[in-house]
């Protein structure tokens, strides 16, 4: 049986990064795969373990069919991966740090992909933003606007589809997010 893509997605600084490392123990106990991202950032940039290459290594790889999905946002480009494939293919589940603009591209390629929608109300998101310190205060004003037409529902938002979709709530403490998303993904693999 064919492996389940997990889409995790949600703005920047609702906590997919850390939800990622905090479930990825239990959730590879259960075999399911990461996607390491390859990233117009440097690799020493805060944050994720994403490979980081200058936009013209991505253009390059890209051209070369190196990524199952690959979009652009914030001023970067991001790949998946196409090993992906394999793992879905032998029947793995992956779990993908994804984005809300790129969802419906990727139910094109992954029509049974779950959409998972990370939420933190947005004063709180400012906070860990400007906490985390990776983004100036102009590009976090930038991120928390791009999250307010996302949420605004319109043309282009991930509620607009009519496509199932969980969401996921972050506000409160990390455990017990990391616990809701190994439930949420229990029952999802019982639905299947
Ligand atoms: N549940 C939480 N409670 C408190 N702080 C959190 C929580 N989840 C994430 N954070 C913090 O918020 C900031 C943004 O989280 P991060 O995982 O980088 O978000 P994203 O990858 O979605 O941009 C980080 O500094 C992180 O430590
Ligand atoms: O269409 P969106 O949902 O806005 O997503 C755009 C991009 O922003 C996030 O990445 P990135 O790691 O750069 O940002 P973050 O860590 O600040 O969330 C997300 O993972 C997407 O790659």
Redo the contacts with the bound molecule.
């Keep these: 049986m064919q492996g389940r893509l997990i889409y995790l997605m ?1 703005p ?7 939800l990622l490392q905090a479930a990825r123990a239990p959730l590879e106990a259960h075999g399911c795969r990461f996607a390491r991202r390859v990233i117009t950032r440097s690799a020493e940039s805060v ?1 994720e373990d994403a490979v980081g290459v200058t936009p013209a290594e991505f253009e390059r790889l890209e051209g070369e069919g190196a990524f199952a999905l690959s979009w652009r946002a914030n001023g970067l480009a991001y790949g998946i991966p196409v090993e992906i494939d394999a793992w879905l293919d032998s029947g793995q589940d992956v779990l993908i740090n994804g984005s809300r603009g790129h969802l419906e591209a990727a139910r094109q390629r992954y029509p049974q992909l779950l959409a998972i929608l990370l939420r933190v109300d947005e004063s709180v998101l400012r906070q ?1 933003l400007l ?2 310190g990776r983004e100036t205060p102009e590009q976090i004003e930038q991120r928390l606007a791009r999250s307010r037409s996302f949420a605004a529902g319109g043309q282009g938002s991930v509620a607009a589809s009519g496509q199932p979709l969980c969401v996921l709530d ?1 506000s ?3 455990p017990q ?1 990391v616990s809701r998303l190994l439930q949420l993904l229990d029952e999802a693999r019982q639905c299947a």
Excluded at 12 to 18: P, Q
Aim: hydrophobic fraction near 10%; glycine fraction near 30%.
């Design positions: 949600g920047s600084g609702s906590g997919k990064d850390s944050g860990r906490a985390r972050n409160g403490p990390l997010t």
